[in-house]
């Protein structure tokens, strides 16, 4: 059995963190644009063009289907003619959306770009030359390394970059390069996407985002880590020299 020099062994070690490093400095770009509110021309001009993971796309045909809005997201309406009007109101259980005085409005198929002008066609019925003004929210978790990890309902157009604060800001701790969104417990947009968006300017609802949604900061390595990791690495080293000195 022939051994790598323990010259070669340390360089090959120095190479894939080279590599690795390099890698974080050439990410990924998110796959949808960089609008506030995605409209549905530009959502399905992302299905045509192809760009777009499996997952991804399927994520577009259901916004494109079923709309944005699920029970628990919550939308903030002002309309000048209706002081009575002037509040945020959730979405129900059938994606129902119940206002003041008027009958249920179904929120089914609706994307949070068309939610100003459709609500204004619904509220139009009721009220004369209604002016009406919407604020699609989304409900996240923000988690991780941050002042207040929990649960938010934030502005939909905001940008990734500003979500954290929501969050109370970066913990002490954190590391915004290991950002990351998980849906479900899996990842659907890694570090590399997010560090893209936040250079960006990239909203919530560009990336796909939806109820329920995780955005998780990671953390630095503490110093503990760093020794451990040295000490790894010059354990396996001394491991191969000690080998290499039984041949």
């Not at 129902?96 to 100003?116: K, T």
């Not at 990336?207 to 760093?226: P, R």
């Amino acid at each position: 059995m022939r051994l790598l020099p323990v010259a070669n062994v340390t360089t090959l070690l120095l190479a894939l963190a080279t590599s690795a490093a390099t890698a974080q400095q050439q990410p990924a770009a998110p796959p949808s644009e960089s609008r506030a509110l995605a409209s549905r021309a530009e959502l399905d001009s992302l299905l045509k063009r192809g760009k777009v993971s499996d997952d991804e796309a399927a994520v577009i045909r259901d916004r494109l289907k079923n709309g944005d809005f699920a029970p628990g997201d919550r939308i903030v309406i002002h309309v000048a003619q209706e002081p009575t009007l002037n509040d945020t109101f959730p979405v129900k259980i059938g994606r129902i959306l119940i206002l003041p005085n008027l009958p249920e409005i179904s929120m089914a198929g609706v994307l949070r770009s068309d939610a100003q002008s459709y609500l204004t066609t619904q509220i139009g019925k009721y009220v004369k030359d209604p002016t009406v003004i919407v604020d699609p929210l989304v409900r996240v978790s923000i988690l991780g390394a941050v002042q207040r990890p929990g649960f938010y309902t934030v502005r939909a157009d905001m940008l990734a970059s500003e979500v954290i604060m929501a969050g109370g800001g970066p913990a002490s701790n954190a590391n915004l390069r290991k950002t990351v969104v998980r849906r479900n417990g899996v990842v659907v947009r890694d570090d590399k996407q997010l560090q893209v968006a936040f250079n960006r300017g990239v909203s919530l609802d560009a990336l796909n985002l939806q109820a329920g949604d995780e955005v998780f900061v990671g953390e630095k390595h503490s110093s503990t880590q760093a020794i451990g990791i040295v000490a790894a690495i010059s354990g396996a080293i001394l491991a191969v020299v000690a080998v290499g000195r039984l041949f």
